[in-house]
């Protein structure tokens, strides 16, 4: 490796491939702490190494009391409705991730095993206790009370993929603080499909944050690129009426995915509810997509190995190799030059969507 010092004309790419043969990988997890309904657990991550990834995992034992022994009904999405917001904060103001737990859920769909994340339930405890699925929840209730366990373990990337070390984040630098945030909601109100009769009581309710990092080379040249970062961030706008709807997406940073959630009163928009094309407006007039819905639909089931939930529908610019998430920036779409760039699409009913928006922004020196 004597001939990468003092080379400043290197590519990213040679980078990249210097910095995977000098660096050596670290997961560890943090101390739990323990988490309630309706409040925020915060964790400092340590000032070590170059940060990768942080996982989450949420457990809880939930006792479900009901006098006909009826296993109680998971709400949409559940148990991931139970978090209403998980923050990655920069020097406690510049925050790349803010998301809720669904919209983590959906994001986590999109990886190359996506189909391990769907929730496991049963209706018997034992059963759930004794899974080894990432994440699961059991239903079981009785006239004295079961103990059902709870799992949830949500991944955050905060580099591109597994392939490609841009979005690094350098922990030990002297002004850069990392911190994650997590806001729990109700059991009742956010992961039951109905409560009446029942009386849920929770215990052993813990976050843990594992962080995968990366050693710092020796050799300066090998140090990827740490001006970019990944940036994944929702809005939900409200649908009146039914029909054609117009939504102004955030410009300025360069995206890589786009997720559409479209719901109405009942939940995810079923297909066959829906008569539309999903559209892309560059500066009101160029249309570069115009995909039906039932096409856009059927793309994220190749794509993805699996049915997404209903009502979403993802523009994946970052597949163009096949692979979801390690395609090349052929696809990505620099919104840096555009006026304005617009979601527009026909809703069946009125209800709300939700964009989830996955991009890159260039750090300023």
Not at 54 to 73: R, Y
Not at 175 to 202: P, S
Not at 234 to 261: C, D, H, W
Not at 318 to 344: C, F, H, K, V, W
């Amino acid at each position: 490796m004597a001939d990468v010092q003092n080379n400043s004309k290197l590519s990213a790419a040679q980078r990249n491939q210097y910095f995977n043969q000098l660096t050596r990988q670290h997961i560890q997890a943090l101390p739990a702490k323990a988490w309630s309904e309706g409040g925020t657990v915060s964790f400092e991550i340590p000032k070590a190494r170059l940060l990768s990834k942080i996982k989450l995992l949420v457990n809880a034992t939930v006792n479900a009391t009901h006098a006909a022994a009826t296993p109680f009904d998971l709400a949409a999405n559940a148990p991931f409705s139970l978090i209403q917001k998980i923050e990655v904060n920069l020097n406690n103001g510049f925050s790349p991730y803010v998301l809720s737990g669904v919209d983590a859920y959906f994001m986590n769909l999109l990886g190359v095993n996506g189909h391990m994340v769907p929730v496991v339930s049963n209706d018997t405890a034992a059963t759930i206790t004794a899974s080894r699925a990432k994440n699961k929840i059991g239903l079981e209730a009785a006239a004295g009370g079961t103990d059902n366990i709870m799992q949830m373990v949500i991944d955050l990337p905060l580099t591109l993929n597994d392939r490609d070390p841009a979005g690094l984040i350098l922990l030990q630098a002297n002004d850069v603080l990392v911190n994650i945030n997590v806001t729990m909601g109700t059991f009742i109100t956010d992961v039951m499909a109905a409560a009446l009769g029942y009386t849920i009581v929770l215990s052993n309710c813990t976050i843990t944050p594992i962080i995968e990092t990366y050693s710092i080379p020796s050799i300066q040249d090998a140090m990827p690129d740490l001006s970019l970062i990944k940036l994944v961030h929702s809005r939900t706008e409200t649908i009146s009426a039914a029909g054609q709807q117009t939504i102004s997406l955030p410009t300025g940073n360069m995206y890589r995915k786009l997720l559409v959630f479209v719901s109405d009163a009942t939940g995810g928009e079923a297909d066959s509810d829906l008569s539309t094309n999903f559209d892309i407006l560059f500066n009101t007039a160029d249309r570069p997509y115009s995909v039906p819905h039932w096409v856009l639909s059927e793309m994220n089931q190749q794509d993805y190995g699996q049915i997404l939930p209903n009502g979403l529908f993802v523009f994946d610019f970052s597949r163009n190799a096949g692979i979801p998430n390690y395609g090349s920036a052929r696809d990505y779409i620099d919104t840096a030059q555009l006026t304005e760039m617009q979601l527009q699409f026909n809703a069946a009913a009125a209800g709300s969507v939700k964009y989830i928006y996955e991009t890159i922004s260039v750090l300023k020196g």
